[in-house]
């Protein structure tokens, strides 16, 4: 048993101390209330992902400086590498330059024509005839998952898987019941008890941290201050995250970094203060200095057009200095909405929840070709691959058990600057398999290259949707491009008037409630540099080491001051920034869809006809004469250029 991580104080009975908290306010505790400003919250982060999984699968030394190679990119790099001075924007020579004893490890790619994926000697130089496979990680990221929730009491767990290498946790309700046990005066001796009534104090006076990185406090009186239960909360947050993250490193060896804190905002700008294999605490008490020292345009959805915004209008980047900034001033800047988010945010006020739900929306398998790929033939080993890649993980989607199934099909094909794109609906009824994947997108293929030139193509994607999980309002993209135009106006999610929420809890609540299918399209944080994504996008490298993807479109219109959920993924063609990969994807196909749509508005030459695709929809996108502006601008003013068809990950 682990030391008490309390000192008891003796009893107070009869004085007048009482905790700031009520009993209220604990019993929303059990019940994930964000109201509750006992509420504990983790997010746990791992370290140097990719590199990681590589360095465990290798059984290479700890010390020993790694890196994962894609093409001749970096994407990820642990920790004795950056030691170095190796980061992301390196390519290997230069790393190697940095660091001969560097072990660059290529990322596992599917070979064209094979049915599987394998680690290849010679990936690095294959780009033309081998597409990247992600699933190592996807496989590692699970286990982790699973092993997360199996560390934590069933009944009593909310778990957001946030990325592909990252959860917050919701330990309210554990917290509380562990809260309960320990201190048996927090429950109530009788319901008729006033529940506003303030809890006794803890019977604490010092807190035993371990090993946590604490963040300071402003001044040494208010370390002094006794510890109140948001303390005794947050601490036994803290140990069984420690927990968490000594199992995880215990069973599958990764070390991982965390942040404990009262809301998520908080909790990820902890996992990133300390990194690697430390955990950082953000007591209530403690918000205040931690993010005055800050630059605002480090929390989440700020790193964006949005923080350029802010720092515009306001000409800093302290937070500091914004603190001072009054809300109607805000307001007026930014918007009503926005202006009041930011105002909050920027004190540490965050109220989205923790959702545990994680399903995935879409999924996409695509390559850019160079050289081209040149006739009918070579095209197909690549639907094969797309077909097997997209089935194995609709596989771990459950689609062989009827848990989930897509409902469309869909495949765009790039050529001469001009992106067609058909679409089909799954047939329903049996249960889907690999071979009815690749059947349906030969034929949706045949139907592209029916229609005219389709040789060289630059890009294949094969993508299904429209997943059907028995949740209702879960629209896919498949949504979008069978209702057509009209649907959506603009990037924004639309407001539900039926759903009342305070002004910062929007982002994340229309994701939740108003239109899952659309809550991707919020920007989120800057930094991906497009070889992240998850659902096996596959990047080319370009000469210049900058990974980009050729497919095509334009922005949708944003007012670029909405507050933003947060991200690794960023679309460069607006900056949104999504959730994860499949989200990225889906965005893509958002921009598609919505092209289309000011397409067929704009020129009235949109052909929606159904010749030849008797199945599904035709979309023609217009050649790419004009490319000017393809990346989204925050004003909205942004409309698609005729003929617009290139979008690139930064
Ligand atoms: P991150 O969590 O952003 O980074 P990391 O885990 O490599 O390093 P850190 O210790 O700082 O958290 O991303 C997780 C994985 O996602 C990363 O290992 C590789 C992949 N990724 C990319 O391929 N490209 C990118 O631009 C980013 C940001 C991530
Ligand atoms: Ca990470
Ligand atoms: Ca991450």
Redesign the pocket.
């Known amino acids: 048993m682990p030391s008490p991580p309390f000192q008891m104080s003796s009893p107070l009975h009869g004085t007048e101390r009482r905790s700031q908290f009520t009993y209220r306010q604990l019993n929303l505790l059990a019940s994930y209330s964000t109201s509750s400003p006992l509420r504990v919250v983790a997010h746990i ?7 990681q999984c590589e360095m465990v699968r290798l059984g290479v030394a700890e010390d020993q400086p790694l890196a ?1 190679q ?1 093409w001749q990119g970096l ?3 642990n ?1 004795p590498a950056r030691a170095f001075g190796i980061g ?1 924007h390196c390519t290997v020579t230069d790393a190697k330059k940095l660091c001969p004893g560097l072990l660059a490890q290529h990322v596992a790619t599917w070979k064209e024509g094979d049915d599987r994926w394998a680690y290849h000697e010679d990936a690095a130089s294959q780009i033309g005839t081998h597409k990247v496979s992600l699933d190592p990680y996807r496989l590692q990221s699970r286990k982790i998952m699973t092993l997360i929730k199996e560390s934590l009491p069933p009944d009593l767990q909310k778990v957001e898987k946030a ?4 959860v917050f946790l919701d330990l309210s309700a554990q917290v509380h019941s562990i809260l309960l046990q320990r201190f048996p005066e927090l429950s109530r001796p009788s319901l008729a008890d006033d529940p506003s009534e303030r809890l006794p104090p803890p019977p604490i006076t010092a807190l035993d941290w371990q090993a946590d990185a604490l963040v300071d406090l402003e001044d040494a009186e208010a370390e002094a201050d006794d510890p109140d239960w948001d303390d005794v909360a947050i601490l036994i947050g803290s140990e069984i995250v420690r927990d968490i993250r000594a199992n995880i490193r215990r069973t599958l060896r990764y070390t991982c ?1 965390a942040g404990i804190a009262g809301n998520k905002m908080l909790s990820k700008l902890g996992s ?1 203060y300390r ?2 294999n430390q955990q950082t605490v953000i007591r209530n008490r403690a918000v205040k200095r931690f993010l005055s020292d800050m630059k605002f345009t480090k929390i989440r959805n700020l790193g964006g057009k949005l923080g350029e915004q802010i720092v515009s209008a306001f000409h800093t980047e302290a937070i500091e200095d914004l603190l001072l900034a009054p809300v109607e001033q805000m307001k007026r800047n930014l918007g009503d909405h926005t202006g009041v988010w930011l105002y909050n945010t920027i004190r540490g006020t965050d109220a989205t929840e923790v959702n545990s739900r994680t399903q995935i929306k879409s999924m996409l398998s695509a390559k850019s070709f160079r050289p081209s790929v040149n006739n009918y033939e070579q095209a197909v080993k690549w639907l094969r691959i797309f077909a097997a890649d997209i089935f194995s993980r609709l596989v771990e989607e459950g689609v062989l058990e009827n848990r989930r199934r897509p409902k469309t099909i869909s495949l765009h094909h790039r050529h001469d600057g001009q992106t067609r794109s058909r679409q089909s609906s799954i047939p329903q009824g049996k249960t889907l398999d690999e071979a009815t994947l690749f059947e349906l997108a030969k034929s949706l293929l045949s139907q592209i290259t029916q229609e005219g030139r389709a040789w060289p193509c630059a890009n294949l994607s094969l993508s299904v949707g429209g997943f059907e999980d028995g949740i209702t309002g879960n629209r896919g993209i498949g949504d979008f491009l069978l209702k057509g135009p009209g649907v959506h106006e603009s990037g924004e999610a639309p407001r539900d008037a039926s759903v009342e929420l305070s002004a910062h809890e929007r982002p994340e609540k229309k994701r939740r409630v108003d239109n899952p299918g659309i809550q991707r399209f919020f920007p989120r944080k800057r ?6 994504d998850e659902g096996n996008i596959d990047v080319g490298m370009a000469d210049t080491g900058k990974a980009q993807i050729e497919t095509r479109g334009t922005s949708p219109k944003r007012t670029g001051s909405n507050p933003k959920p947060m991200t ?1 993924y960023m679309c460069t063609r607006c900056d949104a920034g999504l959730v994860d990969a499949e989200a990225l994807q889906s965005h893509l196909d958002w921009h598609f869809a919505r092209d289309l749509q000011e397409e067929e508005r704009g020129r009235q030459t949109f052909a929606r006809s159904h010749a030849g695709a008797p199945r599904g929809q035709r979309f023609v996108a217009a050649p790419s004469s004009s490319r000017k502006s393809a990346r989204g601008s925050a004003s909205g003013k942004n409309k698609l250029e005729q003929g617009q068809s290139r979008l690139k990950f930064g």
């Open positions: 982060d791992l370290d140097a992902f990719y590199a994962v894609q994407i990820a790099v920790y992301r990325s592909i290498d990252e970094s990133g990194k690697p930094g991906s540099s497009g070889g992240d690794d």
